[in-house]
């Protein structure tokens, strides 16, 4: 994930829609809940406490704020959504990062209010933005 936040500063990550006060809003890999996206945080930090007090304010408010995009996104091109769900974790990436999560009136019973993670094919390659057409779901990400 590093060379994903070094590549959007030499502006060359295609997923990245936008550089917001604190990080990187790009769109998830896997698009298993269509608008998954992230906020990377662009410094150096492994947790949301190494910040100062003006960032550890500022990066959850630039996480609400994509969030609140996708959702006005998702809204409009997806009858059966629902929700934002958000998550900073960083057990697998050491570096700070929010997953934003739209959730669907459509998900399976079993996983509908569960977290994310329960689906066990969530990374399953029919799911990969690369089969998903990137450039169509970041244009539809960026209106």
Same mark, same amino acid.
């Given at each position: 994930?590093?060379?994903?936040?070094? %590549? %959007? *500063?030499?502006?060359?990550?295609?997923?990245?829609?936008?550089? #917001?006060?604190?990080?990187?809003?790009?769109?998830?890999?896997?698009?298993?809940?269509?608008? &998954?996206?992230?906020?990377?945080?662009?410094?150096? %930090?492994? +947790?949301?406490?190494?910040?100062?007090?003006?960032?550890?304010?500022?990066?959850? #408010?630039?996480?609400?704020?994509?969030?609140?995009?996708?959702?006005?996104?998702?809204?409009?091109?997806?009858?059966?959504?629902?929700?934002?769900? &958000? *998550?900073?974790?960083?057990?697998?990436? *050491?570096?700070?990062?929010? +997953?934003? +999560?739209?959730? &669907?009136?459509?998900?399976?019973?079993?996983?509908? +209010?569960?977290?994310?993670?329960?689906?066990?094919?969530?990374?399953?390659?029919?799911? %990969?933005?690369?089969?998903?057409?990137?450039?169509?779901?970041?244009?539809?990400?960026?209106?």
């Amino acid at each position: 994930m590093y060379e994903r936040i070094a %590549a %959007a *500063e030499r502006g060359e990550n295609p997923t990245v829609m936008i550089r #917001m006060s604190t990080g990187w809003a790009v769109i998830g890999d896997t698009q298993h809940l269509p608008g &998954y996206s992230l906020l990377l945080y662009a410094g150096t %930090a492994n +947790h949301l406490s190494d910040l100062d007090r003006v960032e550890r304010a500022d990066f959850p #408010m630039d996480m609400s704020i994509l969030g609140e995009a996708v959702a006005n996104v998702c809204q409009r091109f997806d009858s059966g959504y629902r929700r934002i769900n &958000y *998550e900073i974790l960083g057990n697998s990436f *050491e570096h700070l990062h929010a +997953h934003v +999560h739209p959730r &669907y009136e459509w998900e399976p019973p079993a996983h509908r +209010h569960s977290p994310v993670w329960t689906y066990p094919d969530r990374k399953s390659p029919r799911y %990969a933005l690369s089969l998903c057409q990137p450039d169509q779901v970041l244009a539809i990400m960026r209106v």
